[in-house]
């Protein structure tokens, strides 16, 4: 393609050639370079600016234009959503709240379908909410860990790979299965577990009923373990895995055992993006329904008992109780929907806003 | 231990040790095992202590050889060693464990979901079958999961795909971080609070005007709705992910040619991103498809046929779970079984086919 006629330009072209590579490279780095401080979120490449000279004027309605606006307008749509839930959930839970006769921050029980003397209240239901959720994290969380660390750091990388696609079968499965697989089948050997510990370990408050045991907080916290398990150890294995190696092998070079390497160099490195992953299954367990459902036994106490019969959450609440609600009883339950949302909703924010500090946290891993 | 059997040993033993300390031999861990094993069953088993069944003596065998690990290897090998030698034990054994509940899941799962795993099943539907009936059937169930999952994804696809466009190829300041920031905060929203959105905002105030009695009434349509609020988030994050990966060199080369930026995208960088979007588009399917809260409040559930989306109650596979795990009779939960299996082998198919889909991207994931 050279073009011999044309000296001037061909060194002109040349000149260029060898500038612009320079230039490239210089861009690239203080591009990977400022990525992790500045919010680097929704650049896509530049568009080239052209003279314009003799490029087309712009038409207002082009097809450009159009598909500008449409897709614009189909992000917003989450901004929208996000605005209609609170508002409509506000909209049908005030007249409840109203029609209330107790207080409902404050009053136990939740009876909204009497007639002529409504009384609820989200405090048991929340509490409940807020301690099997915190259950299932402790019981989660170190085990979730340690897969990741597991998958990122020590098993074989093919192992790892066939493993975590285990793990994410795990994550696939719907929670209505988990439900029914915990109350027709792990019921029994949490009956078990729970009267050994209460023989063994009944002095600690946690363990402190003696029966009946069964459908209780340990049952529906287990089952909600597993659920949240997928999640954390997915999201962790990615920040994990974002350790750069300079700072592992430097570890090892001080002549660290493995472990200390990861004490030193991975988990510090990685602890932001580990607290959001946390926070996220913290979000997801508080808002699991129906494997709660199934497998806590339900009622208004309120302790710090886990292994007798009994436990309810929010979500579980809803599902359970929507179909025998009245009009008051449906808009008592979305004033409690309401409730779980605001709770869910600050708890996502919060991790978001760790990850979004950290920007190079972002993993494919929702 | 194979940074253990990779080092090559040295003939010269005085200088070997004094270069590296000295490490147990495979024999000796093997050796501890076997001995924690035999001391766990003496404890536990033969002696009763602590009313020892099968899994306390496995895992006090576990306890035992960790602590005997970590004495004999710091007598031999040191403290930092014996730290080191306890961690990737307790990593390794965590994966186990996660992998427990899987197995169980899926023995149950194959063991109870077999026994009505027959043409009836799949053929009836529950019309006339009360609990105490034997035969019935899921046909309207399967119909109705089809249904909202179907009619959900034709209205997620485009505007969450559309969405990830801005947020990649036209999003800039403020709107756009904003819009990132809630999509990934929107993928938190538990199911339930979803249907508790569709019950307020369609159920309960639109649906009235579309009806000619003037009531709220359910719909498979009003499911699909609020699988829609679930799957949009999700697969706006995925196309997003995905639509980074596509190359800056080709949009520039389209851009060079001086093709519009809305051809550009439509013609170049959406069919190199299409496997990965469409794997991001089918997880989120499956897990629409297997949600139980949100189709519970707004379809209602049905025993009849109803292959009418838009008028009256639809039942889907997870309702009827969830209805016929409550029937205490013989005839119920099996039934439940069967819809679980039912369920989880529709939304492991789609998982596992979307996965092999995403190894034939070009693009390369990090």
């Known amino acids: 393609m050279s073009q011999p006629s044309f000296p001037g330009s061909a060194e002109a072209a040349s000149a260029a050639s060898a500038d612009s590579p320079n230039d490239l490279t210089v861009q690239d780095d203080t591009r990977a370079v400022d990525i992790p401080r500045h919010r680097s979120g929704g650049r896509g490449p530049v568009a080239p600016m052209g003279g314009g000279g003799a490029l087309p004027p712009k038409r207002r309605f082009g097809a450009e234009s159009v598909f500008r606006w449409f897709t614009t307008g189909a992000g917003t749509i989450v901004l929208v959503i996000i605005v209609a839930i609170a508002i409509f959930l506000i909209v049908k839970a005030v007249p409840a709240i109203k029609a209330d006769k107790a207080n409902f921050l404050t009053h136990f029980e939740w009876f909204p379908n009497d007639p002529t003397d409504p009384k609820f209240g989200i405090a048991s239901l929340a509490f409940g909410t807020v301690f099997s959720s915190a259950i299932a994290l402790v019981l989660a969380v170190p085990v979730a860990l340690g897969i990741a660390l597991c998958l990122s750091h020590y098993a074989h990388k093919r192992l790892a790979n066939g493993l975590g696609f285990l793990i994410d079968l795990l994550a696939a499965v719907p929670s209505i299965v988990f439900g029914l697989w915990g109350r027709d089948y792990l019921v029994d050997p949490v009956r078990q577990l729970s009267g050994w510990l209460h023989k063994y370990f009944g002095w600690i408050p946690l363990f402190g009923s003696d029966g009946p045991y069964g459908k209780s907080i340990l049952l529906g916290s287990l089952v909600l373990a597993i659920m949240v398990l997928p999640i954390v150890t997915s999201l962790s294995r990615e920040v994990f895995r974002q350790t750069p190696g300079m700072n592992e092998e430097a570890a090892l070079a001080l002549g660290a055992t493995k472990w200390e390497m990861i004490r030193m160099a991975v988990i510090p490195y990685g602890r932001p993006g580990l607290i959001a992953s946390v926070m996220l299954g913290l979000g997801r367990a508080l808002g699991e329904t129906i494997a709660l459902a199934l497998t806590l036994g339900g009622g208004w106490a309120v302790g710090s008992d886990i292994i007798h019969d009994g436990g309810n959450s929010i979500a579980a609440n809803i599902a359970n109780g929507f179909g025998e609600a009245n009009d008051i009883g449906r808009g008592a339950l979305i004033a409690s929907g309401l409730v779980l949302f605001a709770i869910t909703l600050i708890v996502n924010m919060i991790a978001r806003a760790i990850v979004y500090r950290r920007r190079e946290f972002i993993g494919s891993a929702v | ?366």
């Open chain 2, 1 to 366: 231990m194979t940074s253990m059997t990779t080092i090559p040993t040295s003939s010269s033993a005085p200088l070997t040790n004094a270069l590296r300390s000295r490490r147990l031999p495979v024999w000796a861990l093997v050796a501890i095992g076997v001995a924690a094993a035999v001391l766990a069953v003496l404890l536990f088993k033969v002696a009763g202590l602590m009313d020892g069944g099968w899994v306390l003596t496995l895992v006090g065998a576990v306890l035992i050889f960790l602590i005997g690990l970590s004495v004999i290897s710091s007598v031999v090998e040191g403290r930092r060693a014996a730290r080191n030698r306890v961690a990737t034990s307790l990593i390794y054994s965590a994966f186990v464990l996660a992998l427990v509940p899987l197995v169980s899941v899926v023995i149950t799962l194959l063991n109870k979901g077999r026994t009505r795993l027959d043409g009836t099943f799949f053929n009836n539907s529950m019309r006339n079958i009360t609990a105490f009936d034997s035969g019935g059937g899921a046909y309207h169930a399967i119909v109705g999961t089809l249904e909202q999952a179907g009619i959900a994804t034709l209205i997620t696809v485009p505007l969450g795909v559309a969405g990830a466009i801005y947020i990649v190829e036209y999003g800039r300041g403020r709107l756009a971080n904003t819009i990132r920031f809630f999509v990934d905060v929107m993928t938190g929203i538990p199911s339930i609070v979803a249907g508790l959105f569709i019950l307020a905002f369609w159920v309960l105030i639109v649906s009235p005007h579309l009806s000619s009695t003037h009531q709220p009434f359910n719909s498979g349509f009003a499911a699909a709705l609020a699988l829609f609020v679930l799957m949009l988030p999700t697969v706006t994050r995925s196309t997003e992910e995905m639509l980074r990966l596509v190359p800056a060199s080709l949009r520039e080369g389209s851009f060079a040619l001086g093709i519009a930026k809305w051809k550009t995208i439509m013609r170049i960088v959406i069919p190199t991103a299409l496997p990965g979007i469409v794997t991001g588009i089918m997880l989120a399917v499956a897990r629409a498809a297997g949600e139980t809260a949100p189709v519970l409040l707004v379809a209602g559930g049905t025993p009849n046929r109803n292959f009418n989306p838009f008028e009256g109650n639809q039942e889907s596979l997870s309702v009827y779970i969830y209805d016929q795990a409550a029937a205490a009779t013989k005839y119920g939960p099996p039934r439940a079984w069967t819809a679980a299996l039912t369920l989880v082998a529709l939304v492991l198919l789609l998982t596992v086919v979307a996965k092999l889909l995403s190894r034939r991207t070009k693009l390369n994931q990090k």
